[in-house]
């Protein structure tokens, strides 16, 4: 069966998380990633929180599936003859280095639509241009700058990281958008285009929530959180969901750091609750039958229900709740979601085996497509398809052997 992507060529000049993260879905999809790397070193998260000495850190394995990798002095004549082969040949371009680095290479925007007019030019940047367009950004910063850390905590403490990398994992998957629809594009136009992500604007579009309750609060307090005074601005709340929906996370049994569940109380779904903790009259009294009427003791109400959670494993409680209809998730750890059995058979935890890692588990692809399959397979190692991508190229084995004496592979 064909792959999505298949007859795609993206020349990979992607580091660290932001810009892999979006060409390792590429790959998984069917396209033909070549990793373009410095010789000797790589990608530095190839050595960076390594578990085992001398082997590509899992940072690395974890990010870069189902790619080629080719090594290429870019400062160098020779490895500058080599780029200019590989971008007229490629479909699309990434890269996700700071601002002019691949112009300062001598490869601007306007000189590789020269060399290749149908080329889909993507990069990922932190910020867009203007004051901030030379900053640095790093995933925390990202969050710090596009609205998230500022909403994400309780009240009463400091602003917090998520746990979830919206700054750069998030801002890849921006990228994959960008870049399909520039090739759709292309399939009427026959010419490429720039496409350009920063990471700060993608993590402020996953916080549009909390852009449209700054807006609310010029109209009154936001009375689905929990917070007791409103300022000028939305407020950290907890794990209030947020939504139309009250919810919040509730202790369980036995007590650990995370035998909680997150509960939402629909209107339809008070009476189950009611039910299954005990106190079937609140689904008749007035001061609890309503939304309207529990909404000013949304504290009350959960601490009803944490009387009965704490009582029970997350796992008896997800279920109980689960088959009275009622919105539930048990908090998972990394360390229960990687020996989860259903997401093991589902295919969204996979294990891999690395020539010098071993096997090791990874998260496969969450995109699902019929009629393209996705098989994740395991990173490469430092330039491990030099002879077989530059042999494409119509090089010969003399001149590859030239080239790997001289450096520039």
């Not at 295919?347 to 399959?373: I, Q």
């Not at 530059?390 to 520039?408: H, I, K, N, S, W």
């Amino acid at each position: 069966m064909s792959k999505a992507l298949e007859g795609i060529r993206v020349l990979d000049m992607t580091h660290v998380q932001s810009g892999p993260s979006a060409t390792q879905v590429l790959a998984w999809l069917g396209a033909d990633v070549i990793k373009l790397e410095a010789p000797g070193r790589g990608d530095i998260t190839r050595g960076q929180l390594r578990d085992l000495p001398s082997v590509d850190s899992l940072y690395f394995t974890m990010l870069n599936s189902n790619k080629r990798s080719i090594t290429l002095d870019m400062k160098s004549e020779r490895g500058k003859e080599i780029f200019t082969r590989l971008v007229r040949d490629a479909d699309v371009l990434v890269e996700n280095f700071g601002p002019g680095v691949v112009d300062r290479f001598g490869f601007p925007w306007e000189r590789l639509a020269e060399l290749n007019p149908r080329l889909v030019y993507a990069s990922i940047k932190g910020f867009g241009e203007g004051r901030y367009a030379h900053f640095k950004a790093y995933e925390v910063v990202a969050q710090a700058m596009g609205g998230s850390m500022s909403t994400t905590g309780f009240d009463d403490g400091p602003p917090t990281a998520t746990g979830a990398q919206i700054g750069d994992s998030g801002t890849g998957i921006h990228l994959v958008a960008a870049i399909l629809a520039a090739l759709y594009q292309r399939v009427g136009t026959g010419r490429g285009q720039r496409v350009q992500v920063a990471m700060q604007e993608a993590v402020l579009n996953l916080c549009r929530v909390k852009l449209r309750d700054q807006q609310r609060l010029a109209h009154g307090p936001l009375a689905e959180y929990p917070n007791e005074v409103f300022g000028a601005e939305v407020p950290r709340s907890g794990n209030a969901s947020g939504g139309g929906q009250p919810g919040w996370a509730l202790r369980c049994a036995p007590g650990g750091p995370n035998d909680y569940i997150y509960v939402i109380i629909q209107p339809p779904g008070w009476r189950q609750v009611a039910e299954l903790i005990g106190r079937p009259e609140l689904a008749q009294d007035p001061a609890w039958s309503t939304p309207e009427a529990r909404l000013s003791k949304l504290d009350k109400m959960f601490a009803l229900i944490e009387e009965w959670t704490e009582k029970h494993s997350k796992w008896e409680v997800m279920d109980a709740l689960n088959a009275r209809g009622v919105p539930c998730g048990p908090i998972l750890s990394t360390k229960e979601l990687l020996e989860d059995e259903t997401l093991a058979e589902l295919g969204a935890v996979v294990e891999v085996d690395h020539p010098e890692r071993g096997r090791f588990k990874t998260v496969g692809c969450p995109l699902r497509l019929s009629d393209s399959p996705v098989e994740v397979e395991r990173s490469p190692l430092l330039g491990e398809h030099n002879d077989e991508v530059l042999t494409e190229l119509g090089y010969t084995r003399e001149q590859l052997a030239d080239l790997r004496a001289a450096g520039v592979i």
